[in-house]
């Protein structure tokens, strides 16, 4: 599939300078943790593995979180275990059911702390399960940022896989999660080709944390938008609209309303913008199999570095989800 490293190698150096600055003025816009933990994101504290309270802006902790995600060619993201796995999973039940005494216990070993962070946004809570950075500022899993809402409209998954890679995508996620008031945001903790042989690319890979929580997750009851992001000389269209299969009505509307609102549009229809599909990526065939819905949206460079646009572009995605 062609995506975001089409772009050249100069456009990647950009966007990495444009991320580290980010992450350092977005800093500013965080509010201080109490108790045992980070006071921001990527802070280290005192191993107690206890849950945390915090609040502040949630797009500002994500632009925050993504800055300091392992970049292109590092060799940084880590492969989890099975048993690791295993651990991951049980820490993300014990969040879904609200004992998070018993999920900061779990994951506190593998690096995680367990935030209950208010976004004063929207004044909603969303349990957080985030890596603890190093003492040299760093990740040292790579595995990613998952939050569960303790009240959402419906069972809307936003999970953003490509970060970095796919610039400004986890911005068109948040807003999507804010504006139709979703139950999960998952955010990956490093560049999709951090590794070389591709380990890090949590759409395609099913031994990832990202898959083995969503799998724990999915349902027939549950919707899953995946914002993604292609360099604008891949394809003259602003976006490109799929299920992963044939267009079910949910997709069909989205592709309807964008074009309403002057977007150019492409609806994957089991051959049209084919290598922008999704078609093989494993959380749509995880959630198409439990009778889940599936939205799979690539979206132009151009129109996700339009602040405007990008803005316009998610609600009108996130009107549809609900």
Same mark, same amino acid.
């Given at each position: 599939?062609?995506?975001?490293?089409?772009?050249?190698?100069?456009?990647?150096?950009?966007?990495?300078?444009?991320?580290? *600055?980010? #992450? !350092?003025?977005? &800093?500013?816009a965080?509010?201080? +943790?109490? %108790?045992? /933990?980070?006071? *921001?994101? #990527? !802070?280290?504290? &005192?191993?107690?593995?206890?849950? +945390?309270? %915090?609040? /502040?802006?949630?797009?500002?902790?994500?632009?925050?979180?993504?800055a300091k995600n392992p970049g292109r060619d590092s060799g940084a993201y880590r492969l989890p275990s099975s048993t690791e796995q295993n651990t991951m999973r049980a820490a993300w039940r014990l969040v879904v059911q609200g004992d998070l005494s018993g999920a900061a216990a779990a994951s506190?070993?593998?690096?995680?702390?367990?935030?209950?962070?208010?976004?004063?946004?929207?004044?909603?809570?969303?349990?957080?399960?985030?890596?603890?950075?190093?003492?040299?500022?760093?990740w040292a899993r790579g595995w990613g940022l998952f939050g569960w809402a303790t009240t959402a409209r419906g069972e809307l998954f936003v999970e953003v896989t490509?970060?970095?890679?796919?610039?400004?995508?986890?911005?068109?996620?948040?807003?999507?999660?804010?504006?139709?008031?979703?139950?999960?945001?998952?955010?990956?903790g490093a560049h999709r080709q951090a590794n070389r042989d591709g380990s890090a690319d949590v759409?395609?890979?099913?031994?990832?944390?990202?898959?083995v929580l969503h799998t724990?997750?999915?349902?027939?009851?549950?919707?899953?938008?995946?914002?993604h992001g292609y360099a604008d000389e891949t394809t003259?269209?602003?976006?490109?609209?799929?299920?992963?299969?044939?267009?079910?009505?949910?997709?069909?509307?989205?592709?309807?309303?964008?074009r309403a609102e002057a977007f150019t549009v492409c609806l994957y229809d089991g051959a049209s913008c084919s290598s922008l599909a999704g078609t093989t990526n494993v959380q749509g065939i995880v959630t198409r199999r439990a009778g889940g819905r599936f939205l799979h949206a690539e979206i132009a460079r151009r129109i996700r570095l339009d602040v405007a646009r990008r803005d316009r572009l998610a609600s009108v995605i996130s009107s549809a989800v609900v």
């Open positions: 599939m062609t995506h975001e490293q089409s772009a050249t190698s100069r456009k990647d150096k950009v966007a990495l300078r444009t991320l580290r *600055r980010r #992450g !350092a003025l977005l &800093a500013i965080m509010v201080a +943790v109490v %108790g045992a /933990g980070i006071a *921001r994101p #990527g !802070a280290s504290g &005192a191993e107690s593995y206890r849950p +945390v309270t %915090g609040s /502040g802006d949630l797009q500002a902790y994500v632009n925050a979180y993504v506190g070993p593998l690096g995680y702390q367990v935030l209950r962070y208010t976004d004063t946004s929207t004044n909603r809570v969303i349990v957080l399960l985030a890596e603890r950075s190093t003492k040299d500022g760093k490509h970060p970095v890679a796919d610039i400004d995508t986890e911005d068109v996620g948040v807003i999507a999660f804010r504006r139709a008031s979703g139950r999960a945001l998952f955010v990956a759409a395609h890979r099913t031994d990832a944390i990202f898959h724990n997750s999915a349902s027939a009851s549950s919707t899953v938008f995946q914002p003259p269209e602003d976006a490109v609209i799929s299920r992963g299969d044939l267009p079910d009505d949910l997709a069909a509307r989205v592709a309807s309303d964008l």
